[in-house]
């Protein structure tokens, strides 16, 4: 007698590949460089779907930070794990543990404003880093979505927690866009 077939559930080529991030990103989770690599795969993907899928890593909600490069100036994406404050989105500077801040941090901070891709939404965004109390809090609440306590454990510095604030646009002003094409 054969063993009982059961179907397989379908499943799309998105989310396939998906999985497959995830594992090889679990298998080099001390590797920082295969780690940028998956990272900038998944900003395209996030860019080509507007932010809408897919929108988790490790099933941590994600964004799509774009940035201009202080040195470069060039357009950077970056996909971050993120949670809401209110109507903030707040991230962690890890570098995945690294000793140095990273770069999409010292962008940010250079330029003072960003665009984050969010389910579905371009947002223009003011950063700050937050201390104290606050800071306590929001990690606590960024470490329940994502393995960032390991980050920590990895290096001397204190990672920073940024939020990042929707910028208000002036009464009756349309909110300015970083364009893709003038980063080029």
């Not at 594992?23 to 080099?28: D, E, M, P």
């Not at 809408?52 to 890593?57: A, F, G, K, L, M």
């Not at 990273?102 to 223009?124: K, Q």
Request: with cysteine.
């Amino acid at each position: 007698m054969s063993p009982s077939l059961r179907p397989v559930p379908a499943v799309s080529p998105l989310s396939a590949l998906q999985g497959a991030l995830s594992g090889l990103a679990s298998l080099a989770a001390g590797a920082p460089a295969v780690l940028r690599v998956l990272s900038g795969a998944h900003a395209r993907l996030l860019r080509c779907w507007d932010g809408r899928v897919p929108d988790q890593w490790f099933g941590a909600r994600l964004l799509v930070l774009e940035t201009i490069g202080r040195r470069s100036g060039r357009l950077r994406s970056t996909p971050l794990v993120f949670v809401r404050s209110g109507e903030d989105l707040v991230v962690a500077a890890t570098n995945a543990g690294a000793d140095r801040q990273p770069d999409w941090w010292c962008n940010l901070r250079s330029a003072g404003e960003a665009i984050v891709v969010v389910d579905g939404r371009r947002v223009r965004v003011v950063p700050r880093e937050s201390h104290g109390a606050e800071r306590d809090r929001l990690w606590g609440t960024l470490a329940r979505r994502a393995p960032i306590e390991a980050y920590q454990r990895r290096t001397t510095r204190t990672l920073p927690v940024v939020v990042l604030s929707p910028e208000r646009p002036q009464s009756g002003a349309s909110p300015a866009r970083i364009s893709r094409r003038a980063a080029a």
